[in-house]
């Protein structure tokens, strides 16, 4: 519990969830970062295009594009067992 509501505090938008497979990062009314992170598409789009890319295909704001993918680069392997 500490330890995620540290994390809430550095990066606000985000909250824990409970479900099946445990606890997870996701964004305050929207999906879980790891499925925010599977909707990356493949390099051939720069940056700017990738995150428009995200926000169309999710339906989220640019800034909640930006919350999650913040949180993954900070949470990066821990995000990355929610892929597999």
Do not use: C
Request: net charge neutral; glycine share 16%.
């Amino acid at each position: 519990m500490l330890r995620e509501g540290l994390r809430t505090e550095d990066h606000p938008g985000i909250v824990f969830r409970s479900g099946p497979g445990g606890r997870r990062a996701g964004l305050i009314g929207g999906p879980d970062v790891w499925e925010v992170v599977r909707a990356i598409p493949g390099p051939k789009l720069g940056p700017r295009n990738r995150l428009d890319a995200i926000r169309d295909r999710m339906g989220l704001t640019a800034d909640q594009v930006t919350i999650a993918l913040q949180y993954y680069a900070e949470h990066g392997p821990e995000v990355d067992g929610w892929l597999l």
